[in-house]
């Protein structure tokens, strides 16, 4: 399945979204030897963290790991997919894209700046 994004996949009735730097981030995450230790302190290196969980989406999937951030009134939840899609379609070996969720659609700079920060934290820790 890889980078194909499951609009339909409801997170707490949430839909998710999938800005544009998804594509640059589903890259970078599958290039990458990912545990959730990995994951967390990765998440911890950027304002506004608050915690990390597994959520399941109400088509029953179980991601991977999901990191939660806070802003003010706006939480935007990003969920990471397995990494077992041993065929590469795509040239990546996600399940699934990365998935955005958040309770505020309205706050797009949010969001972006948040998975800017993400991609380049990631660049740097780059196996």
């Not at 970078?28 to 990765?42: A, C």
């Not at 939660?68 to 899609?85: L, N």
């Not at 041993?86 to 972006?112: F, G, H, M, P």
Request: proline content about 3%.
């Amino acid at each position: 399945m890889s980078s194909q994004q499951h609009k339909n996949a409801l997170l707490c009735g949430i839909t998710p979204i999938f800005p544009d730097l998804i594509t640059d981030l589903n890259y970078i995450f599958s290039l990458n030897e990912v545990n959730g230790v990995f994951l967390k302190e990765l998440g911890q290196k950027i304002d506004g963290f608050l915690e990390m969980t597994r959520p399941t989406t109400n088509d029953g999937y179980g991601w991977f790991w999901a990191l939660i951030f806070k802003f003010g009134t706006t939480t935007i939840i990003i969920a990471f997919p397995w990494t077992q899609d041993w065929k590469k379609k795509d040239e990546i070996s996600l399940d699934r894209s990365i998935a955005i969720y958040t309770n505020n659609i309205n706050d797009v700079d949010q969001v972006n700046k948040l998975l800017t920060n993400l991609v380049i934290k990631f660049k740097e820790n780059q196996n």
